[in-house]
């Protein structure tokens, strides 16, 4: 079992940045996949950006290139989300995802296991 703990959201001004942290339980999640996820109010969960383990390529939202950057640090079974020039479409509450399987296309919600309980981050206009 794993625990996803997510950090980091807020509230900040249109062209402001946030950086997202999510904290796995396991005591190493070498070998997963890690991602994050949005879902605004009203709307469906969206996907925003991943990475694979098995080849480290990384997978974004087209809403989201260029602005927001996703990357891991193993030793602290971390996984950030570096969001820049953030619009007030990016508010929505953003969740950690995991999952230790291979996955051609990580970008499906249906190809995680696991799901952090989610932080919110509201962009002021």
């Known amino acids: 079992q794993v625990q996803l703990v997510e950090s980091g959201g807020g509230l900040v001004q249109a062209g402001g940045s946030l950086r997202l942290s999510c904290a796995a339980s396991?005591?190493?999640?070498?070998?997963?996949?890690m991602g994050w996820f949005r879902q605004a109010p009203g709307k469906e969960r969206e996907f925003v950006a991943s990475?694979?383990?098995?080849?480290?390529?990384?997978y974004y939202a087209d809403s989201v290139k260029g602005r927001f950057t996703i990357s891991r640090d193993n030793a602290k079974n971390t996984v950030y989300l570096q969001m820049n020039s953030l619009k007030p479409e990016d508010t929505a509450v953003y969740y950690c995802?995991?999952?230790?399987?291979?996955?051609?296309?990580?970008?499906?919600?249906?190809?995680?296991?696991?799901w952090g309980q989610g932080t919110q981050v509201t962009v002021s206009s």
């Open positions: 396991r005591r190493t999640f070498i070998g997963y996949t």
């Open positions: 990475i694979r383990w098995s080849d480290g390529r990384l």
């Open positions: 995802v995991a999952d230790p399987r291979h996955s051609e296309l990580p970008t499906r919600s249906e190809e995680y296991a696991y």
